[in-house]
């Protein structure tokens, strides 16, 4: 990752810059990322289709800022099987 440490106090506008790298760098891997503050910490929110995913953003966010990270809470959003009665392709032959 090509991201710039950022070792400064995080204010609400940083934040938001630290959120739009971190994006940047993920290319809609994580959709509707969020990043807030609690106890000294980030908190990173979102929604993805893999694990793999998930670890990015949390090390996309190490990669810009020297802040710990409190929780990953990205989800990791599952799809069914192919062929099986929750996919939207496959008609249901009751």
């Given at each position: 990752m090509n991201l710039k440490l950022n070792n400064d106090p995080v204010?609400?506008?940083?934040?938001?810059?630290?959120?739009t790298l971190v994006q940047r760098e993920l290319r809609g891997r994580v959709r509707a990322l969020r990043l807030s503050m609690r106890d000294g910490g980030l908190v990173l929110e979102g929604t993805t289709d893999s694990f793999y995913c998930k670890q990015l953003g949390q090390h996309a966010v190490m990669a810009v800022t020297a802040l710990p990270i409190l929780a990953n809470d990205i989800v990791v959003l599952s799809k069914p099987p192919c062929g099986t009665s929750d996919s939207p392709n496959v008609k249901d032959r009751g």
């Open positions: 204010i609400p506008e940083s934040l938001a810059h630290i959120e």
